[in-house]
Nanobody, 120 residues
Framework: VQLQASGGGLVQAGGSLRLSCAASGSTLSGYTMGWFRQAPGKEREFVACSWIDGTTNYRTSVKGRFTISRDNAKNTIYLQMNSLQPEDTAVYYC???????????????WGQGTQVTVSS
């Protein structure tokens, strides 16, 4: 499966963005889909994931602010990000895994990343 992430940009603190990740080559319905992010000088970290059955999981710092969703008809996943803070600044990646996991090493397919910058 090939993944194409989009929707990043520059936003002020407290603002919102919605990231999209469109898939081609295979349907997303058979994958755990995740969002990860990597800030400059830091390791890539888990943000959110959506299991095949619709169950979602989030890192603690984004709970209540971010929402992951999937539209299987459009073969696309989304990450709605509200109340953005400067510490959310990073390159955001979508990824697909054949198992339930929040570990980046379990994800086999990755999009190219989209930059999110939150100014204070």
């Amino acid at each position: 499966v090939q993944l194409q992430a989009s929707g990043g940009g520059l936003v002020q603190a407290g603002g919102s963005l919605r990231l999209s990740c469109a898939a081609s080559g295979s349907t997303l319905s058979g994958y755990t889909m995740g969002w990860f992010r990597q800030a400059p000088g830091k390791e890539r970290e888990f943000v959110a994931c959506s299991w095949i059955d619709g169950t979602t999981n989030y890192r603690t710092s984004v709970k209540g602010r971010f929402t992951i969703s999937r539209d299987n008809a459009k073969n696309t996943i989304y990450l709605q990000m509200n109340s953005l803070q400067p510490e959310d600044t990073a390159v955001y990646y979508c990824a697909a895994a054949s198992k339930i996991s929040s570990w980046s090493t379990d994800y086999d397919h990755w999009g190219q990343g989209t930059q999110v910058t939150v100014s204070s």
